[in-house]
C-alpha cells in the first residue's frame, strides 16, 4: 500500500513563498508521473495543480504557471513544490498523489495566504 505524507504548509502574507514536501511510501515512486494537488474550503473536489512526469517534465495549471516550481527526487521518494507570489486564492490543503489520481490521500498541508 503507498502512502503520501505531506508537508511544509503554514501561513504567509500575499507575495509569499512556501516549499511542500510530500514522501511517498512503496515501490513506485519513480514510474509514475506525480502531481500536487489542492482543495479549498467549500469545494468538493480537489484541482490539480502542477505535474511532473517520471522523466522528469513539469506541467502547470494557468492559475499557478510561473509562480510554482514542481521538482521530484526519486532517491528520497519526495515531490516538492516550490510556491512563489502567493495569492489568497491559493489559499487550500495542498496534496500530492500519482497522476492521474490512483492512491489514498494523505492528510494534506494547509496552506493560508492572508494579510
Known amino acids: 500500500q503507498v502512502q503520501f505524507v505531506e508537508s511544509g504548509g503554514g501561513k504567509v502574507q500575499p507575495g509569499g513563498s512556501l516549499r511542500l514536501s510530500c514522501t511517498a511510501s512503496?515501490?513506485?515512486?519513480?514510474?509514475?508521473?506525480l502531481g500536487w494537488y489542492r482543495q479549498a474550503a467549500g469545494q468538493s473536489r480537489r484541482e490539480l495543480v502542477a505535474?511532473?512526469?517520471?522523466?522528469?517534465?513539469?506541467n502547470y495549471a494557468d492559475s499557478v504557471k510561473g509562480r510554482f516550481t514542481i521538482s521530484r527526487d526519486n532517491a528520497k521518494k519526495t515531490v516538492y513544490l516550490q510556491m512563489n507570489a502567493l495569492l489568497p486564492e491559493d489559499t487550500a490543503v495542498y496534496y500530492c498523489?500519482?497522476?492521474?489520481?490512483?492512491?489514498?490521500w494523505g492528510q494534506g498541508t494547509q496552506v493560508t495566504v492572508s494579510s
Open positions: 498523489n500519482t497522476v492521474p489520481s490512483i492512491y489514498t
Open positions: 505535474e511532473i512526469t517520471r522523466g522528469g517534465n513539469p
Open positions: 512503496g515501490s513506485m515512486f519513480s514510474m509514475r508521473n
